[in-house]
């Protein structure tokens, strides 16, 4: 099972914490070239003009430290991605509480999507950033565009003959969407409001956390999406999902929740 999550905007600190990065240390090294394009142009970017760096990455007054920071990535402090991310998600799946057998599971299945390195394991080291994947960089353009084809390339591979969870919100499901035997294998989790059918964001962010680290837990290996589907209900969750036949098309599975916390 390989589980495809969001990272978040806000990130723990890592300034004099651990060594610096070391770009050919990250999972997935067929990503190597893009992520040496973006972090070039982003330490370059904030390095030289403040200015233009806060109107490129959308930061507030308050968040020009931001700059600073990744002006300095390649000298920076790093820490585990799985320590780096935080936020309701990813609180809510509080990795650090695993025991030890279900941090081995989410070091092998879990798959963190970013604006500058593509996509990291949580176990990857890395520095604390600014950089979503809705940037426009005056010289790569939209990182969804620039990271299509190196995904398209990598990700498959990754992706093996098993599921795929799909937790990414569209932004980042827009770096890489999977096609043909793959597609067919991609369960994509909605989080709704049972009485409503509403998508509320924080909610949904939290149950995608709690789910992820259900499965965790529990040692469950789906391979295909009806076991998940299966293996979610046998978990408590309420799940509506229909298969779609043949073709392959991915799953729309949707996790039904009455209450809002």
Do not use: Q
């Not at 972090?39 to 109107?55: G, I, R, T, W």
């Not at 309701?88 to 999507?113: E, G, N």
Request: proline share 6%.
């Amino acid at each position: 099972m390989l589980v495809l999550l969001p990272p978040s905007e806000g990130k723990a600190a890592s300034s004099g914490r651990g060594a610096p990065l070391k770009p050919e240390g990250l999972a997935l090294p067929g990503l190597a070239s893009a992520r040496e394009a973006v972090l070039s142009e982003l330490v370059e970017l904030c390095a030289a003009d403040e200015d233009k760096a806060a109107e490129v990455l959308g930061l507030s007054a308050g968040l020009r430290g931001e700059i600073a920071k990744n002006a300095g990535l390649r000298t920076a402090g790093t820490r585990p991605a799985g320590d780096i991310y935080t936020g309701v998600l990813y609180d809510a799946l509080d990795l650090a509480s695993l025991d030890s057998a279900a941090k081995r599971r989410a070091a092998r299945s879990l798959l963190v999507f970013s604006g500058l390195w593509g996509a990291v394991r949580v176990t990857d080291r890395i520095p604390s950033y600014r950089c979503s994947m809705g940037v426009r960089l005056p010289g790569l353009g939209a990182l969804a565009g620039h990271w299509r084809a190196p995904m398209a390339e990598v990700l498959p591979e990754i992706a093996g003959d098993g599921l795929v969870l799909d937790l990414r919100s569209a932004a980042y499901a827009a770096a890489w969407k999977p096609t043909g035997a793959v597609a067919g294998r991609t369960a994509t989790v909605r989080v709704l409001h049972a009485p409503t059918r509403k998508v509320v964001s924080h909610f949904n962010k939290a149950t995608k956390g709690r789910i992820v680290r259900s499965l965790l837990v529990a040692g469950a290996a789906p391979r295909r999406p009806a076991e998940l589907v299966e293996a979610l209900r046998d978990l408590g969750y309420v799940v509506e999902a229909e298969d779609p036949g043949a073709g392959g098309r991915g799953w729309a599975v949707d996790v039904l929740v009455t209450e809002v916390h």
